[in-house]
């Protein structure tokens, strides 16, 4: 559902039992969500500013009786109100972080022969604790031979501040790498990654790396005695097994926990989440006060690296991985805990490492820009909306940005003014002109641009005249989305061979003048051969 949608529907559907309004000061300042869905306006900038105040936790629909998702309708509001807005100098921060993540110098991928699972720690956990990363890498090793390891930044700050156009660049760059380079299975230890990966990581499968540690304890398990309280992280209040394999590896430990009000699905943000603590102070430390009253004197035990920084800013906080792989300093209640600016000296520390110890066949630093290269923008050309509008619904649930045009000549203004277009699906039949020939006039625009053609009756002397006019599939309908999904999908990864191979000129060691207009009239020329041109 679009933005107005998500507003009717909360507004229609939700009941004002203020359940969740109990449970959270934002909701205690605002409103409950139907009072808000209805006064909510857009344009109003007064409003703009509300949904940045939310941590997107997830306890609302938690306790919801009907279902409801309050948290998705405030991060809908932020995605349409961050542009507006023009946040980003408040947000300088966290933005920056993730973009160093996701950069050169910082990014590593090592994929040996074979491989199609993939460790990736997050930027927290191999920033504060690069030695337990070490022997948790050291332990997947041993017990999945052909593993292969990932250091990168989901980017789910970008997804969360509502700057959703950057985060599915960013993200589907990486997963299409990685599905490229045959990787099925994602290991993760950061709970936020495993939702990002779950909800957008089409084609690839993702598990906690808990539930691997439960299933195959480590030979040297300590031996421990005492009680703790367990806080979950909010992204894992409805992963029953991830909550309960770490559960399960504390009693392997000796350890037993004393439960808390706000626990598994009921569990309160730490206060980092949504980046709130950059918008509104008080409103984040309010959840480390309920945290912090039900833990009383008890040491706190988590397994996300931002809960456990944030936690242990006032409390004492430990992450399971301290017990695992670094008993000692947990015993003596001293984990080997490093912050900024060291985090960032870490993280290079632990890529230095990987490259001199980990042999592999495939590996790369992330050169991908956001803006040069772009893989997920669909134009679907077609005048019959019963047949466009649930399919893009469908697709854009998938993370695509789908733009709908009824006519040949509204999908060439969409091309002409520079609109994100990497593949266009057309019907051979628009009122205006044929598909092939608007296929025809965007190649000879932008020949980068993939052409999918589809006919209700297919016939060999219209298959020609597609392919002539530069498309790479001609299907017939009806596809089931299943099929439809894989020539999308081949479609986008001919695109972006040609845009890296555009990217690999203009950034590499020869660019004279000459040398880049020889190298990139060779790759149009490439494109070009592609439409029988």
């Not at 491989?115 to 690069?130: D, E, I």
């Not at 989901?154 to 660049?169: K, N």
């Not at 589907?172 to 939702?195: D, G």
């Not at 006032?314 to 792989?325: E, G, K, N």
Request: hydrophobic share 35%; net charge positive.
């Amino acid at each position: 559902m679009n933005l107005p949608e998500q507003l009717k529907h909360m507004a229609d559907q939700c009941i004002a039992c203020d359940l969740c309004v109990g449970e959270c000061a934002f909701l205690q300042k605002y409103g409950n969500p139907k009072q808000i869905a209805e006064s909510y306006d857009p344009e109003d900038r007064s409003h703009q500013s509300l949904p940045f105040e939310c941590h997107l936790c997830g306890l609302c629909l938690a306790v919801c009786p009907k279902d409801l998702d309050p948290a998705g309708m405030f991060l809908s509001m932020r995605t349409k109100s961050i542009g507006e807005l023009g946040k980003k100098r408040r947000f300088k921060r966290i933005l920056a972080y993730e973009k160093r993540g996701t950069s050169r110098r910082y990014s590593y991928y090592t994929l040996p022969e074979g491989c199609q699972t993939v460790f990736f720690p997050g930027c927290a956990l191999p920033g504060t604790r690069p030695e337990v990363t070490l022997k948790l890498i050291q332990y997947l090793q041993h017990r999945i031979p052909s593993l292969g390891i990932v250091l990168d930044c989901c980017t789910m700050p970008s997804h969360d501040l509502g700057y959703f156009d950057h985060f599915r660049q960013m993200f589907y760059e990486m997963t299409r790498y990685l599905i490229r380079n045959h990787v099925q299975h994602i290991l993760t230890a950061c709970p936020n990654c495993f939702q990002i990966f779950k909800k957008y990581g089409r084609g690839l499968s993702v598990q906690m790396v808990h539930e691997v540690l439960n299933q195959h304890p480590p030979e040297d398990l300590p031996s421990l005695s005492g009680t703790l309280v367990l806080h979950d992280p909010c992204p894992m209040r409805f992963e029953d097994s991830a909550m309960q394999a770490v559960r399960d590896l504390m009693a392997k430990t000796g350890l037993h926990f004393t439960p808390m009000a706000h626990e598994k699905d009921r569990s309160v943000c730490c206060g980092e989440g949504g980046a709130v603590f950059l918008v509104s102070k008080p409103l984040s430390e309010n959840w480390k006060k309920i945290r912090k009253a039900e833990a009383g004197e008890s040491p706190v035990l988590t397994y996300c690296a931002g809960c456990t920084n944030n936690l242990g800013k006032t409390m004492a906080t430990f992450h399971i991985l301290d017990l695992l792989f670094d008993p000692p300093s947990f015993m003596n209640k001293k984990p080997k805990v490093s912050r900024a600016p060291f985090t960032y000296w870490n993280r290079l520390s632990l890529k230095k490492r990987l490259r001199k110890t980990f042999l592999a066949k495939t590996t790369r630093e992330r050169s991908f820009l956001d803006g040069i290269l772009s893989f997920n923008n669909l134009l679907i050309v077609d005048p019959d909306r019963s047949f466009t509008v649930p399919l893009a619904e469908q697709l854009e649930k998938m993370g695509f940005s789908v733009f709908l045009a009824s006519s040949g000549e509204e999908a060439l203004k969409r091309v002409y003014k520079n609109d994100p277009v990497d593949v266009v699906l057309l019907d051979t039949v628009l009122p205006d002109r044929t598909g092939m020939e608007v296929l025809g006039r965007i190649k000879a625009h932008k020949p980068f641009i993939q052409g999918i053609v589809m006919t209700g009756k297919s016939s060999v002397s219209e298959a020609i005249s597609a392919m002539k006019s530069g498309a790479s599939e001609y299907l017939v309908k009806p596809q089931g989305l299943e099929a439809l999904l894989g020539h999308i999908q081949a479609a986008m990864d001919e695109k972006q061979d040609y845009e890296q191979q555009m990217l690999a000129v203009q950034t590499g060691p020869f660019t004279t003048p000459r040398h880049l207009k020889t190298r990139m009239a060779e790759i149009k020329s490439a494109a070009a051969k592609q439409r029988g041109a």
